[in-house]
């Protein structure tokens, strides 16, 4: 008898779904990814039991046309390249095709879904990667999507989750950083039915900074505005007085992405040497603008690393623009116009 045997499609969405779906936050990352390539203006999510038992995301995007609602939590289907060329101009967050399968084939889940070619929407429910329901409804232009019972199928992968609370902590991580790099669109989150955050999506960084970190820091940063020919950088850094002892609060975007680089990390400290003390950190959200030849995302979907070309440059012109943010607040004298 043989031992070498194909894998049924169940099981092999099931590992593959390891590679996508970590934990709570990243079902929450990969779903508002969706509503923004839908070109959702207004995204709202809600979570219960740190996004383990309940995660519901409400866009009011292009919605899934009907008869391709089977197909898109299929593997490998996808609305946003054709072939391997398109992967060169590629604008939209997502293009692998994965997450709906990966996410279905570990939680239960129910999609609300209208776009605007169809007259009625659908309600169509997944479960561990099984059809159980697909129903006309009447409903709304956009896409509502729960998911319940992460991991209810795989047990072993449920234990390696952390508590609610912590895991509950990433997403709001996640929203909030989600919010910083889209101020496009309003974000609304739910946590346990409290509203944790709501952004206008009137696309000021500066109001949703405030509604991301509170009056304290929105009132203490200065603005940054950099720009050449090939990058542009813009944003907000915090005085000194908002100092922190880790790098929580420091924030850099590329190209609309929320991404990490020791590389900025380090320009960044190094423009506010003579401010800070050792072991503080500033506050920073800054915006980085430039041609997406230069650096190399990496396109693994849970990765947020980056690498630029040029590391001196983006490094040097990174130091100049906080140097002078810096120094332009010596220049103006403190107004409080409160008073
Ligand atoms: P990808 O985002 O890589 O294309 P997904 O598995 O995340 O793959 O989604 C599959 C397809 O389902 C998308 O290409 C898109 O056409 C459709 N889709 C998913 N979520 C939404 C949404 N919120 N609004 C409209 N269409 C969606
Ligand atoms: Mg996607």
Do not use: W
């Amino acid at each position: 008898m043989s031992n070498i045997q194909m894998l049924d499609q169940h099981t092999i969405n099931k590992i593959a779904a390891g590679e996508v779906v970590e934990r709570p936050a990243s079902v929450v990352k990969e779903l508002v990814e969706n509503a923004i390539d839908a070109k959702a203006s207004a995204i709202t999510v809600e979570i219960k039991e740190g996004g383990i038992s309940f995660i519901r995301i409400t866009d009011n995007g292009m919605g899934i046309n009907k008869k391709d609602i089977s197909t898109a939590f299929l593997r490998h289907s996808t609305s946003k390249i054709k072939t391997i060329e398109d992967l060169f101009s590629v604008s939209s967050l997502g293009f692998r095709g994965e997450a709906l399968a990966s996410i279905a084939s570990i939680g239960q889940v129910e999609v609300i879904t209208k776009n605007r070619e169809d007259l009625t929407g659908i309600r169509y429910i997944i479960e561990g990667g099984k059809e159980t329901s697909k129903e006309e409804i009447g409903c709304p232009e956009g896409t509502t999507l729960i998911v319940r019972n992460l991991f209810f199928n795989t047990p072993a992968r449920r234990k390696f989750l952390k508590t609610p609370k912590t895991e509950g902590g990433y997403v709001n991580d996640l929203m909030n950083r989600l919010a910083l790099s889209n101020p496009h669109i309003s974000f609304k989150f739910i946590y346990n039915n409290q509203v944790k955050l709501h952004t206008s999506g009137n696309n000021q960084v500066k109001d949703a900074l405030y509604n991301v970190y509170g009056k304290e820091v929105s009132k203490n940063v200065i603005a940054v505005d950099y720009e050449d020919e090939d990058l542009t950088i813009h944003g907000f850094i915090g005085k000194p007085q908002i100092s922190r002892g880790n790098r929580t609060y420091e924030n850099f975007f590329i190209n609309g992405r929320y991404i990490k680089s020791s590389l900025l990390q380090k320009a960044l400290e190094e423009g506010y040497k003579t401010y800070l003390t050792m072991h503080k950190y500033p506050f920073c959200v800054l915006y980085y603008e430039l041609d997406s030849e230069k650096i190399d995302v990496n396109v693994h979907p849970t990765k947020m690393e980056v690498r630029f070309h040029n590391n001196e440059d983006i490094f040097r012109i990174t130091k100049k623009a906080v140097e002078q943010s810096l120094k332009s607040m010596d220049l103006i004298p403190e107004v409080d116009l409160e008073k």
